[in-house]
């Protein structure tokens, strides 16, 4: 799965910052999308091309149980994001209603890897190549359960007795 | 076992588990609201369109619904949410639906232990990242997104990984003015925002034996800003008096054995605790009160699941009583059944006479959706529980977090105040 990065180096990125409550009413994935990120980059809009991975630090997703959230990345055009850690609920709404890949990715990776970068993200290899500048990271394997759930296309389609 | 893993056990019929191990627990409650019901309707929207059924639900009896983050309505968007929230309750049977204007209602996790909905011993999950709170009752409660509550509403199931624990031992009483939500302040402050991620964040201890059930509901609620699974509190005597006041019987009383085992162990002194507040713009940014920056507010609010439970508004009242407000303040019982109690016990007319206005139960300003959101530069204090950028409204707006009665003396002089220096 190949993409452009759009960084944000920092730590504790909040469902408050990537989908503001004001927009908590609003249940239409397409309107959800136009206001992404809207309380820390008012560019991303703008900017977001279908495909691309937002790369962050720790703890990703802190705060609300929103699946607004991970909704308005996905609707963004947004299939992964790459962060040191990410905070429970984000990271459990992005598989279970497969919005998106939650990458755990290391201190190197998270410091080499640019704004604008190309990626190939290989989740059967557990490796992310970094094209642009031709290095290649280990990326945290997903647990046994998280896998499935991916593999299946999210937890309605996972069946618990057959996996 | 530890308490978490015993429940978790029972939930999914094992006789042992182990942190870490992956198991579907049978779910004994599930709740959602206002903003996650119409998200758990749309998924339910998109599997019919998949072709997978939604005709009913595994047990309409276990479902429980409320209206609060966006009432009383402030436009059409939310007004037609209700609508929605309501045909879906009507349709699919669910009874437990507290609706604005209809009696009791007030904010979900209020209601889980005002009305008794939840239980010791409960696997018990909702549509809300402070579902954690009313593990102070002894059971296992933990916040889900919508796809998950959607999941649980047919399946009567969810997939867990079973969560190390934490263990906060809190030895003796806390002082006078120091209240449940200064020490979980504190120790978001030591642990940080990740401190608790994924982990089950358990409290005991001689402090916790001494505090009242709604002083443990502030704890446990407060778990969620330290990014953990659930917070609990093992289930004792006040928590069996508190719910049979409240209409509960038949009680399963769950807790850890002698030999349970804890990932770490923390332990506080309550005696060398002091009133704290979380500076913007987040629940680790800890100072002592007395000292904070001196920055002129704008705004007191007490409300919220946090810090509107009728102790809260009791703690309020204590200080305000014959004083008057120097700012802007609210004041919104987190429940019909606490404003009404504040009203018989004679607390609004200490707020009225002191120049408060009092509001609805809702969520609307806490997470900056409606009913008093703040303009751009604005300070506020508030009981609430999180104070991201933009969390009580404008991005450029700022909260400070607090006790009730931290919030309460600050609403008196107009700068954050130690009710301990209030002349």
């Given at each position: 799965?190949?993409?452009a990065?759009?960084?944000?180096a920092?730590d504790?990125?909040?469902?408050?910052v990537?989908?503001?409550?004001q927009?908590?009413?609003?249940?239409?994935?397409a309107?959800?999308?136009t206001?992404?990120m809207?309380?820390?980059?008012p560019?991303f809009?703008?900017?977001?091309?279908e495909?691309?991975?937002?790369?962050?630090g720790?703890?990703f997703?802190?705060?609300?149980?929103?699946?607004?959230?991970p909704?308005?990345?996905?609707?963004?055009?947004i299939?992964a994001v790459?962060a040191l850690s990410?905070a429970?609920?984000?990271?459990r709404?992005s598989?279970?209603?497969?919005?998106?890949?939650p990458?755990?990715?290391?201190?190197d990776?998270?410091?080499?890897?640019?704004?604008?970068?190309?990626i190939?993200?290989?989740?059967?290899?557990?490796?992310i190549?970094n094209i642009?500048?031709?290095?290649?990271?280990?990326?945290?394997?997903f647990?046994?359960?998280?896998?499935?759930i991916?593999?299946a296309?999210?937890i309605?389609?996972?069946?618990?007795?057959?996996n | 076992m530890n308490?978490?893993?015993?429940?978790?056990a029972?939930g999914?019929?094992k006789?042992k588990?182990?942190?870490?191990?992956?198991i579907f627990?049978?779910?004994d409650?599930?709740m959602?609201h206002?903003?996650?019901?119409?998200?758990?309707?749309?998924v339910?929207d998109?599997?019919k369109?998949?072709?997978?059924s939604?005709?009913k639900?595994?047990?309409?009896?276990?479902?429980?619904?409320?209206e609060?983050?966006f009432v009383?309505?402030?436009?059409?968007?939310?007004?037609?949410?209700?609508?929605k929230l309501?045909?879906?309750?009507k349709?699919?049977?669910?009874?437990?639906?507290?609706?604005y204007?209809m009696g009791?209602?007030?904010?979900?996790h209020t209601?889980?232990h005002e009305e008794?909905m939840?239980m010791?011993?409960d696997?018990?999950?909702?549509?809300d990242?402070?579902?954690n709170?009313?593990g102070?009752?002894g059971?296992f409660a933990?916040?889900?997104?919508?796809?998950?509550i959607?999941y649980?509403?047919l399946h009567g199931?969810?997939?867990?990984k079973?969560p190390e624990?934490?263990y906060?031992?809190?030895?003796?009483?806390l002082?006078d003015?120091?209240?449940?939500?200064?020490l979980?302040?504190k120790?978001?402050?030591d642990?940080?925002t990740?401190?608790g991620?994924y982990?089950?964040?358990?409290?005991?201890?001689?402090?916790?034996?001494?505090?009242?059930?709604?002083?443990?509901?502030?704890?446990?609620?407060?778990?969620t800003?330290a990014g953990a699974k659930?917070?609990?509190?093992?289930p004792?005597?006040?928590?069996?008096?508190?719910?049979?006041?409240?209409?509960?019987?038949n009680?399963?009383?769950?807790?850890?054995?002698?030999d349970?085992?804890?990932e770490k162990?923390?332990?506080?002194?309550?005696?060398?605790?002091e009133?704290v507040?979380a500076?913007?713009?987040?629940?680790e940014?800890i100072?002592i009160?007395r000292?904070a920056?001196?920055?002129?507010?704008d705004?007191?609010?007490i409300?919220s699941?946090t810090g509107a439970?009728?102790?809260?508004l009791v703690?309020?009242a204590k200080i305000l009583k014959?004083?008057k407000?120097?700012?802007?303040t609210?004041i919104?019982?987190?429940a019909?059944?606490i404003?009404?109690?504040?009203?018989?016990?004679?607390?609004?007319k200490?707020?009225?006479d002191?120049g408060?206005t009092v509001?609805p139960?809702?969520?609307?300003?806490?997470?900056?959706?409606h009913?008093?959101?703040?303009?751009k530069?604005?300070?506020?204090i508030?009981?609430t529980?999180?104070n991201?950028?933009?969390?009580m409204?404008h991005?450029?707006?700022?909260?400070?977090l607090s006790?009730?009665?931290?919030?309460?003396?600050?609403?008196v002089t107009?700068?954050?105040t130690?009710?301990?220096?209030l002349?």
């Amino acid at each position: 799965m190949k993409g452009a990065i759009i960084k944000y180096a920092q730590d504790n990125i909040d469902t408050d910052v990537i989908i503001p409550g004001q927009y908590l009413k609003v249940h239409d994935y397409a309107e959800l999308a136009t206001h992404a990120m809207e309380g820390l980059d008012p560019d991303f809009h703008s900017k977001v091309k279908e495909g691309d991975f937002i790369l962050s630090g720790k703890n990703f997703g802190c705060g609300s149980s929103r699946e607004h959230a991970p909704i308005a990345l996905s609707h963004s055009g947004i299939k992964a994001v790459l962060a040191l850690s990410f905070a429970r609920i984000f990271y459990r709404n992005s598989v279970d209603g497969a919005f998106l890949l939650p990458i755990e990715i290391d201190e190197d990776a998270y410091n080499e890897i640019s704004e604008g970068d190309e990626i190939d993200i290989d989740i059967s290899t557990n490796e992310i190549k970094n094209i642009t500048k031709n290095k290649t990271y280990k990326m945290k394997p997903f647990s046994e359960i998280i896998g499935k759930i991916i593999s299946a296309g999210g937890i309605f389609k996972y069946n618990p007795d057959q996996n | 076992m530890n308490i978490v893993e015993k429940i978790l056990a029972r939930g999914s019929g094992k006789s042992k588990v182990s942190p870490d191990d992956v198991i579907f627990a049978n779910v004994d409650k599930v709740m959602m609201h206002d903003v996650s019901g119409p998200g758990v309707i749309k998924v339910f929207d998109k599997l019919k369109k998949q072709g997978i059924s939604v005709d009913k639900l595994w047990d309409p009896t276990k479902v429980w619904v409320a209206e609060d983050h966006f009432v009383p309505s402030a436009e059409k968007v939310s007004a037609e949410n209700i609508v929605k929230l309501s045909k879906f309750t009507k349709h699919y049977g669910i009874e437990k639906h507290f609706k604005y204007g209809m009696g009791q209602y007030g904010i979900c996790h209020t209601i889980s232990h005002e009305e008794a909905m939840v239980m010791p011993g409960d696997v018990y999950v909702g549509g809300d990242s402070h579902t954690n709170t009313t593990g102070a009752l002894g059971a296992f409660a933990c916040g889900l997104g919508h796809t998950d509550i959607a999941y649980v509403l047919l399946h009567g199931k969810i997939w867990f990984k079973v969560p190390e624990t934490y263990y906060f031992k809190i030895n003796g009483k806390l002082p006078d003015h120091v209240m449940a939500k200064d020490l979980i302040l504190k120790i978001i402050g030591d642990i940080g925002t990740d401190g608790g991620n994924y982990r089950t964040m358990q409290f005991g201890g001689t402090g916790i034996d001494e505090m009242s059930v709604e002083s443990r509901l502030t704890m446990c609620n407060m778990t969620t800003e330290a990014g953990a699974k659930n917070g609990i509190v093992e289930p004792d005597q006040k928590v069996v008096d508190y719910l049979s006041s409240r209409g509960a019987t038949n009680f399963n009383l769950i807790k850890g054995d002698d030999d349970a085992e804890y990932e770490k162990l923390f332990e506080y002194e309550s005696s060398e605790l002091e009133p704290v507040v979380a500076k913007p713009f987040s629940p680790e940014n800890i100072t002592i009160v007395r000292e904070a920056p001196s920055v002129e507010l704008d705004k007191s609010y007490i409300g919220s699941c946090t810090g509107a439970k009728y102790e809260d508004l009791v703690a309020v009242a204590k200080i305000l009583k014959g004083r008057k407000v120097k700012i802007r303040t609210e004041i919104l019982p987190a429940a019909i059944s606490i404003y009404q109690r504040a009203m018989e016990n004679g607390l609004l007319k200490i707020f009225l006479d002191a120049g408060v206005t009092v509001g609805p139960p809702t969520c609307g300003a806490c997470c900056g959706a409606h009913m008093g959101v703040l303009a751009k530069d604005e300070i506020c204090i508030s009981t609430t529980n999180r104070n991201f950028p933009g969390r009580m409204g404008h991005i450029e707006s700022q909260t400070y977090l607090s006790s009730p009665m931290v919030a309460a003396a600050s609403a008196v002089t107009g700068k954050i105040t130690d009710p301990r220096d209030l002349q």
